[in-house]
């Protein structure tokens, strides 16, 4: 527990004993809260926990949590129930003393859920063997069956248990849980006939109808709908969508399975509940003379056949009372209201006698005949209760936690009382308010509460409530304790007429006195009795004796049987040695996170627990062993740090002068140091808190030290180890390669020497050697692309391999190179072949043209424009295709001028238009042209000679074309235009090159000119001074 005291400003105390200001309500609260809203929801109050409902499952229960708290010293983890139930279980083994686990709280505060998370830990602490599994089951499904029974939706809480439980778990020596049995007192039986609004009745009604199957509800005469069942839908709230009916039957038939109910014992359980059912719906008419009749005999056929009861007998008894006057027996019908009763006051006492028959079969069922050396009792009881308005039910509810309370403080003080003594500790009287006065007011004889109430509900003639509240009034009017109208005049205005008030321990009740002497009563007519005494089902049959109508005495009230109930369970209680559960629920709302001061407050105020911890503070606040103060806190005195070698009490005593704890602070026991003030023990902790950081200072630079030193010693060892290691493996290595290696150049020797001769075992791996170097080489030398015709040489037994190698490899860059060609280069290629037919070793200016691509138009785009926009619309025929056009300078027959031109090539003639206004001048078909002549030097001039006949002829003229001879034209790509020429004219035939001197060339009339060619410093063309045409071409 003292390792979280450093977080309590965030986190709250874990024990109550500690806050500082105990005495105040709202530190109180303030301290739930902040552990409700850091999902710490147990705290202790000393050896008292102190739970606050979530609303939600907390990962908390596990396996693992229960190995956990197995075992501990009670303050050494953080509060839980499990703590609890461990210290119980360990006192009860190891100091052979029975003890009991006393849960209280509110309806919906959690008090079903401890106890069956003590049982979870109990079960899971003890042995596991197949007989003790047996009877852990049965303690287990003994709540599930308990709860559909006596559980109930309220507006408080949608599983509120409406009785109080007392269950003993028995051991063996071993601790092994070996039987138990169980008490219930004062179930809310007034719940089967009357639930307020927002509630239900209890849960086994609506789980029948829900989870039944349509045989079993056809047997009871059921229907599926709920709402068609009066005592059902008073509260008008038949389905709760935190519950589901359906599954919980299931786990009810489950429960009876393994609590031995046989199936006949479950079919009469059924049929019981169903015929409380039935008995709602019987409704009465009133005749014009007064008594009243059953309006509708269904219900009454059908409770008659569940309940085996003969149909005229139950019909009577529900229509009629006898009435025994000088020993005759008269039957007086009985009116509407007072029917009415008599059908409730059946129902109840049927469910109450059947809810007492199923405890009393678990305890049945719990029943062993083992040796019994251990008790552990779980009392899960209703707390304190103030409604708005409080009956009967409150009254007896509120006097028990008065018991409870005087139980409380007395064992408390008791405890506290013997430990100061066995540590030798000067007992300081504790003053504390003593609830005897308030339990004497209610059961004191004769002048009690329930002393007057049964003696007015005995008393002759017509006793009511308001005579009742009269007796009270005067025997009780002077009480400190108690308060009516009559009785105060200044609390007139907050006391109705028909009520009282009692102070009690937790604050003040007011009770209406409406229904307190019908429900004391408790009266169940003689004929229903008998009738229920005739049925022939196994349980109503015992649950209503023969015998019991034989008896004349007038049975005890209930307040009569809850006061002696209460007494033995006092007795119990004394018994065995308490500990204590107080469930507290954190708003009214049933939702997760919320926290509601004022309904806290109400719950600290009535639950008492600000008296138990002013009782636990009266002393010590903080009490340890010495050998666990000391432990903790020797490092806060150099005496006591590192380790103390005197006894654990000098240690401890030498810590506290060291601290400078003043004389009232403390007080030194036999065996435990006792520290009245939780400043006193916040400012050590907080001391201790700050030591922590030069603590682990220390001790991370000596850890650190201790590692690397440990490290390096690791790490020279495991270097030492490595080289010797790797010294032999190395050596190993070495002798293994040279072996090795000594083979190999002893085989490639004699591989060398029979290298010529067939393969063998002597040339085997020389010759795979040399294949494999060659491949080798061979991969590191393949010719890069088709015209790359390196190729590395073979040796001689590789040479026919080589070749095929050599062969494959053309074959595949050929492949690659030829898939790699796209139309258009293809088309260039085909065209350079020509090119390469007409002038290669023939003209010098052709090696300059090969890398040079050849193209359709030498035009610049302007041009070009011209061309398409003239040329196409004016002069070409609309069936030709231009394939090529470029500039050229054409020289004048006579006279050798030289005049720009343009020349286009179409499919069909060649035409030479004028540069500027793309008019025609020329244009030859390709069948006139007889020649295409050209120079071998390196010049642009080339002549096309034409057929003079057709170039003179009269289509020519009419076309206005220059028919005078010739074409002499130049261009400074005479390669790329004279093979386009050829291509698209189709004359291969007729290209020529000279390599003589000159080129005579004909001229119109059958003249002939000439044109010369000769070298010189600069290219020229110009007409000579005999009158031919020169061309000049450098050097």
Same mark, same amino acid.
């Given at each position: 527990?003292?390792?979280?005291?450093?977080k309590?400003?965030?986190?709250?105390?874990?024990?109550?004993?500690?806050?500082?200001?105990?005495?105040?309500?709202?530190?109180?609260?303030?301290?739930?809260?902040?552990?409700?809203?850091?999902?710490?929801?147990?705290?202790?109050?000393?050896?008292?926990?102190?739970?606050?409902?979530?609303?939600?499952?907390?990962?908390?229960?596990n396996?693992?949590?229960?190995?956990?708290?197995?075992?501990?010293?009670?303050?050494?983890?953080?509060?839980?129930?499990?703590?609890i139930?461990?210290?119980? !279980?360990?006192?009860?083994?190891?100091?052979?003393?029975?003890?009991?686990?006393?849960?209280?709280?509110?309806?919906?505060?959690?008090?079903?859920?401890?106890?069956?998370?003590?049982?979870?830990?109990?079960?899971?602490?003890?042995?596991?063997?197949?007989?003790?599994?047996?009877? @852990?089951?049965?303690?287990?499904?003994?709540?599930?069956?308990?709860?559909?029974?006596?559980? #109930?939706? *309220?507006?408080?809480?949608?599983?509120?248990?409406?009785?109080?439980?007392?269950?003993?778990?028995?051991?063996?020596?071993?601790?092994?849980p070996?039987?138990?049995?169980?008490?219930?007192y004062?179930?809310?039986?007034?719940?089967?006939?009357?639930?307020?609004?927002?509630?239900?009745?209890?849960?086994?009604?609506?789980?029948?109808?829900?989870?039944?199957?349509?045989?079993?509800?056809?047997?009871?005469?059921?229907?599926?709908?709920?709402e068609?069942?009066?005592?059902?839908t008073?509260?008008?709230?038949?389905?709760?969508d935190?519950? =589901?009916?359906?599954?919980?039957?299931n786990?009810?038939?489950? $429960?009876?399975?393994?609590?031995?109910?046989?199936?006949?014992?479950?079919? #009469?359980?059924?049929?019981?509940?169903?015929?409380?059912?039935?008995?709602?719906?019987?409704?009465f008419e %009133?005749?014009?003379?007064?008594?009243? +009749?059953?309006?509708?005999?269904?219900?009454?056929?059908?409770?008659?056949?569940?309940?085996?009861?003969?149909?005229?007998?139950?019909?009577?008894?529900?229509? +009629?009372?006898?009435?025994?006057?000088?020993?005759?027996?008269?039957?007086?019908?009985? =009116?509407?209201?007072?029917?009415?009763?008599?059908?409730? #006051?059946?129902?109840?006492?049927?469910?109450?006698?059947?809810?007492?028959?199923?405890?009393?079969?678990?305890?049945?069922?719990?029943?062993?005949?083992?040796?019994?050396?251990?008790?552990?009792?779980?009392?899960?009881?209703?707390?304190?209760?103030?409604?708005?308005?409080?009956?009967?039910?409150?009254?007896?509810?509120?006097?028990?936690?008065?018991?409870?309370?005087?139980?409380?403080?007395?064992?408390?003080?008791?405890?506290?009382? %013997?430990?100061?003594?066995?540590?030798?500790?000067?007992?300081?009287p504790?003053?504390?308010?003593?609830?005897?006065?308030?339990?004497?007011?209610?059961?004191?004889?004769?002048?009690?509460?329930?002393?007057?109430?049964?003696?007015?509900?005995?008393?002759?003639?017509?006793?009511?409530?308001?005579?009742?509240?009269?007796?009270?009034?005067?025997?009780?009017?002077?009480?400190?304790?108690?308060?009516?109208?009559?009785?105060?005049?200044?609390?007139?205005?907050?006391?109705?007429?028909?009520?009282?008030?009692?102070?009690?321990?937790?604050?003040?009740?007011?009770?209406?006195?409406?229904?307190?002497?019908?429900?004391?009563?408790?009266?169940?007519?003689?004929?229903?009795?008998?009738?229920?005494?005739?049925?022939?089902?196994?349980?109503?049959?015992?649950?209503?004796?023969?015998?019991?109508?034989?008896?004349?005495?007038?049975?005890? *009230?209930?307040?009569?049987?809850?006061?002696?109930?209460?007494?033995?369970?006092?007795?119990?209680?004394m018994?065995?040695?308490?500990? !204590?559960?107080?469930?507290?629920?954190?708003?009214?709302?049933?939702?997760?996170?919320?926290?509601?001061?004022?309904?806290?407050?109400?719950?600290?105020?009535?639950?008492?627990?600000?008296?138990?911890?002013?009782?636990?503070?009266?002393?010590?606040?903080?009490?340890?062993?010495?050998?666990?103060?000391l432990?903790?806190?020797?490092?806060?005195?150099?005496?006591?740090?590192?380790?103390?070698?005197?006894?654990?009490?000098?240690?401890?005593?030498?810590?506290?002068?060291?601290?400078?704890?003043?004389?009232?602070?403390?007080?030194?026991?036999?065996?435990?140091?006792?520290?009245?003030?939780?400043?006193v023990?916040?400012?050590?902790?907080?001391a201790?808190?700050?030591?922590?950081?030069?603590?682990?200072?220390?001790?991370?630079?000596?850890?650190?030290?201790?590692?690397?030193?440990?490290?390096?010693?690791?790490?020279?060892?495991?270097?030492?180890?490595l080289?010797?290691?790797?010294?032999?493996v190395?050596?190993?290595?070495?002798?293994?390669?040279r @072996?090795?290696?000594?083979?190999?150049?002893r085989?490639?020797?004699?591989?060398?020497?029979?290298?010529?001769?067939?393969?063998?075992?002597?040339?085997?791996?020389?010759?795979?050697?040399?294949?494999?170097?060659?491949?080798?080489?061979?991969?590191?030398?393949?010719?890069r692309?088709?015209?790359?015709?390196?190729?590395?040489?073979?040796?001689?037994?590789?040479?026919? *391999?080589?070749?095929?190698?050599?062969?494959?490899?053309?074959?595949?860059?050929?492949?690659?190179y030829?898939?790699?060609?796209?139309?258009?280069?293809?088309?260039?290629?085909?065209?350079?072949?020509?090119? %390469?037919?007409?002038?290669?070793?023939?003209?010098?200016?052709?090696?300059?043209?090969?890398?040079?691509?050849?193209?359709?138009s030498?035009?610049?785009?302007?041009?070009?424009?011209?061309?398409?926009?003239?040329f196409?619309?004016?002069? @070409?025929?609309?069936?030709?295709?231009?394939?090529?056009?470029?500039?050229?300078?054409?020289?004048?027959?006579?006279?050798?001028k030289?005049?720009?031109?343009?020349?286009?090539?179409?499919?069909?003639?060649?035409?030479?238009?004028?540069? @500027?206004?793309?008019?025609?001048?020329?244009?030859?078909?390709?069948?006139q042209?007889?020649g295409?002549?050209?120079?071998?030097?390196s010049?642009?001039?080339?002549?096309?000679?034409?057929?003079m006949?057709?170039?003179?002829?009269?289509?020519?003229?009419?076309?206005?074309?220059?028919?005078?001879?010739?074409?002499?034209?130049?261009?400074?790509?005479?390669? %790329?235009?004279?093979?386009?020429?050829?291509?698209?004219?189709?004359?291969?035939? $007729?290209?020529?090159?000279i390599?003589?001197?000159?080129? *005579?060339?004909?001229?119109?009339?059958?003249?002939?000119?000439?044109?010369?060619?000769?070298?010189?410093?600069?290219?020229?063309?110009?007409?000579?001074?005999?009158?031919?045409?020169?061309?000049?071409?450098?050097?």
């Amino acid at each position: 527990m003292e390792n979280e005291l450093h977080k309590r400003d965030h986190t709250g105390v874990q024990d109550f004993v500690l806050l500082e200001d105990f005495t105040n309500p709202e530190a109180f609260v303030d301290n739930l809260r902040k552990r409700f809203t850091a999902k710490l929801i147990y705290t202790y109050i000393g050896p008292v926990l102190v739970s606050v409902n979530p609303y939600q499952n907390f990962d908390i229960y596990n396996e693992e949590y229960v190995q956990i708290y197995r075992n501990v010293n009670f303050y050494e983890l953080p509060p839980h129930i499990f703590a609890i139930a461990d210290a119980a !279980y360990r006192s009860m083994r190891g100091e052979n003393r029975n003890q009991c686990v006393l849960i209280s709280g509110e309806s919906g505060s959690g008090k079903t859920e401890a106890s069956k998370k003590i049982l979870q830990f109990i079960a899971a602490s003890s042995h596991h063997m197949n007989d003790v599994e047996q009877v @852990k089951d049965r303690l287990l499904q003994s709540n599930p069956l308990l709860e559909a029974f006596g559980n #109930a939706k *309220t507006n408080r809480n949608d599983n509120s248990s409406r009785f109080g439980k007392y269950m003993d778990i028995q051991f063996d020596f071993k601790g092994i849980p070996v039987g138990g049995h169980i008490l219930n007192y004062l179930l809310e039986k007034s719940r089967v006939v009357h639930h307020s609004d927002g509630e239900r009745n209890f849960h086994i009604f609506y789980q029948l109808i829900a989870g039944g199957t349509p045989l079993l509800l056809s047997k009871l005469k059921l229907t599926k709908d709920a709402e068609n069942y009066h005592y059902l839908t008073q509260g008008k709230s038949v389905r709760v969508d935190a519950l =589901n009916d359906h599954k919980d039957f299931n786990h009810v038939k489950h $429960a009876l399975d393994v609590c031995d109910f046989n199936a006949k014992e479950q079919e #009469a359980l059924f049929a019981i509940v169903a015929s409380v059912l039935h008995l709602g719906n019987v409704q009465f008419e %009133e005749n014009d003379d007064g008594p009243a +009749n059953i309006a509708d005999f269904t219900p009454v056929e059908h409770i008659s056949q569940l309940l085996g009861c003969p149909e005229g007998i139950l019909q009577s008894a529900l229509q +009629n009372k006898t009435i025994e006057a000088k020993g005759e027996k008269l039957k007086s019908p009985l =009116n509407k209201d007072q029917a009415l009763y008599a059908r409730d #006051a059946l129902a109840k006492g049927v469910y109450d006698r059947l809810f007492t028959w199923i405890v009393k079969k678990i305890n049945d069922s719990l029943n062993s005949r083992r040796m019994k050396c251990g008790l552990m009792g779980l009392l899960d009881i209703y707390g304190f209760e103030i409604f708005g308005v409080n009956s009967f039910e409150q009254f007896c509810i509120n006097y028990c936690n008065e018991k409870l309370q005087q139980l409380f403080i007395e064992l408390t003080l008791k405890s506290e009382q %013997e430990e100061y003594q066995r540590e030798g500790i000067a007992w300081e009287p504790v003053e504390y308010f003593n609830n005897k006065i308030i339990c004497d007011l209610v059961e004191a004889k004769p002048v009690g509460i329930i002393a007057i109430m049964d003696e007015e509900c005995l008393r002759p003639g017509e006793p009511t409530d308001s005579t009742f509240l009269e007796k009270l009034n005067h025997n009780l009017g002077q009480h400190p304790h108690y308060i009516s109208h009559s009785t105060d005049a200044a609390a007139r205005k907050s006391i109705g007429r028909d009520e009282f008030r009692l102070l009690h321990f937790a604050g003040e009740v007011t009770y209406s006195i409406q229904g307190f002497l019908d429900k004391n009563n408790d009266l169940l007519f003689r004929d229903l009795k008998e009738a229920m005494s005739k049925t022939s089902n196994m349980i109503t049959s015992q649950c209503f004796p023969a015998a019991e109508l034989q008896n004349k005495k007038r049975p005890n *009230t209930a307040s009569t049987q809850f006061k002696t109930s209460l007494a033995q369970l006092m007795e119990i209680l004394m018994s065995k040695e308490p500990s !204590y559960v107080r469930c507290i629920k954190p708003n009214d709302y049933k939702r997760a996170d919320q926290f509601d001061d004022r309904i806290v407050h109400h719950q600290v105020k009535y639950l008492g627990l600000m008296e138990n911890l002013r009782v636990r503070r009266a002393g010590f606040a903080y009490r340890r062993p010495y050998e666990i103060f000391l432990n903790r806190y020797k490092s806060l005195c150099p005496d006591t740090w590192p380790h103390y070698r005197g006894s654990a009490k000098e240690g401890v005593e030498a810590l506290v002068n060291h601290l400078q704890y003043s004389n009232d602070d403390y007080r030194l026991g036999k065996t435990k140091l006792f520290i009245r003030f939780p400043r006193v023990l916040f400012a050590t902790e907080d001391a201790f808190q700050l030591r922590k950081h030069d603590l682990a200072t220390i001790v991370q630079s000596r850890y650190r030290g201790f590692a690397q030193k440990k490290k390096f010693r690791t790490m020279k060892l495991a270097a030492i180890m490595l080289q010797s290691h790797w010294r032999r493996v190395a050596a190993q290595r070495l002798l293994k390669r040279r @072996k090795l290696a000594a083979e190999r150049i002893r085989g490639f020797i004699k591989g060398f020497i029979h290298r010529l001769e067939p393969e063998c075992n002597d040339n085997k791996h020389f010759i795979q050697y040399t294949k494999y170097n060659y491949l080798i080489k061979l991969r590191e030398q393949l010719p890069r692309n088709v015209l790359d015709k390196k190729w590395p040489s073979a040796p001689q037994l590789l040479k026919k *391999t080589s070749q095929l190698l050599k062969d494959l490899c053309m074959r595949n860059h050929t492949l690659r190179y030829v898939k790699s060609i796209t139309p258009g280069r293809k088309a260039q290629l085909e065209q350079k072949v020509v090119a %390469e037919s007409l002038f290669k070793g023939k003209k010098e200016n052709y090696a300059g043209s090969v890398k040079e691509m050849f193209v359709d138009s030498r035009l610049e785009s302007s041009h070009q424009n011209m061309v398409w926009s003239t040329f196409d619309t004016k002069v @070409k025929q609309a069936d030709e295709k231009v394939q090529y056009s470029a500039p050229v300078t054409k020289f004048d027959r006579h006279g050798y001028k030289s005049r720009k031109r343009v020349m286009v090539l179409t499919d069909k003639h060649l035409y030479l238009l004028d540069e @500027k206004s793309y008019l025609l001048k020329d244009k030859v078909p390709y069948q006139q042209m007889t020649g295409v002549l050209t120079s071998s030097l390196s010049d642009g001039l080339f002549v096309i000679t034409i057929n003079m006949d057709e170039n003179g002829s009269k289509e020519a003229l009419n076309e206005n074309l220059d028919s005078k001879g010739d074409l002499i034209l130049h261009s400074d790509r005479v390669i %790329e235009v004279v093979t386009k020429t050829i291509i698209h004219g189709k004359k291969s035939e $007729a290209f020529r090159v000279i390599s003589e001197a000159s080129i *005579t060339h004909g001229i119109s009339g059958g003249k002939k000119g000439c044109i010369e060619f000769t070298r010189g410093p600069t290219s020229a063309v110009k007409k000579a001074k005999n009158g031919n045409l020169c061309v000049i071409v450098a050097q």
